[in-house]
């Protein structure tokens, strides 16, 4: 279920590109060097980045740029390959987290179970509250946004641009769940399904 987000509107402000002159580079494998500044990450530890999903702190590195020093968190995302670097100073701001709780997990489910009321707005303006939920890194956002997509492809045939969305939101769902409850993310994915279309027969 992997999908090009650029297409939907992702931005990509937050990559740092390798700096290429009068740099110098320390990494830290001790997370007490830096902890003041980490916001309680540690390196090894999975987060959520709600702008490219689960992605794991590979190192936190200092960077010496024209005599000013700047820390960063090296984010991999095993996903798309990627690697990222964000300054720590900047992570809480742009919505870098821990993964969600059990129960986090569990209200996922219910909200997946919900009948939820015919939408009124416009698709040009849904497609705007989709796109947030889905960047927003909050997984009850991303829940409801499953949910209401998947309603809309039960009552007509589902466009491309809806399909993208959705495939987006279950697939951003889905990867934070199965790291929470140590399963596959074909797993997770395939029991939301089955809570979606089980609450679609109902409503029937």
């Known amino acids: 279920m992997n999908l090009e987000h650029q297409s939907l509107g992702f931005d990509s402000v937050d990559r740092i590109p390798e700096a290429r002159a009068a740099i110098s580079v320390q990494s830290s494998d001790n997370p007490t060097e830096t902890a003041d500044n980490c916001l309680g990450f540690r ?5 959520v980045y709600p702008a490219h999903g689960v992605g794991q702190i590979s190192a936190i590195e200092v960077q010496t740029v024209a005599g000013a020093s700047l820390e960063f968190f090296v984010i991999y995302f095993a996903k798309s390959k990627m690697r990222l670097r964000v300054p720590t100073r900047k992570a809480a701001g742009v919505g870098m987290r821990k ?3 059990p129960a ?3 209200q996922v489910r219910r909200i997946l179970s919900q009948v939820v009321p015919k939408a009124r707005s416009n698709w ?3 497609v705007k509250e989709y796109e947030t939920k889905i960047k927003s890194g909050d997984i009850t956002a991303l829940a409801e946004a499953v949910r209401d997509l998947c309603r809309r492809s039960a009552n007509a045939e589902q466009s491309y641009s809806e399909r993208q969305l959705y495939t987006a939101a279950l697939d951003r769902l889905s990867e934070e769940v199965a790291l929470v409850e140590s399963i596959t993310e074909e797993k997770a994915a395939l029991e939301f399904e089955t809570l979606l279309m089980n609450r679609l027969g109902r409503t029937r």
Not at 43 to 47: D, L, N, P, Y
């Open 43 to 47: 390196t090894g530890e999975f987060v």
């Open 99 to 101: 993964p969600s709780s």
């Open 104 to 106: 986090a997990t569990q």
């Open 124 to 126: 040009s303006r849904l």
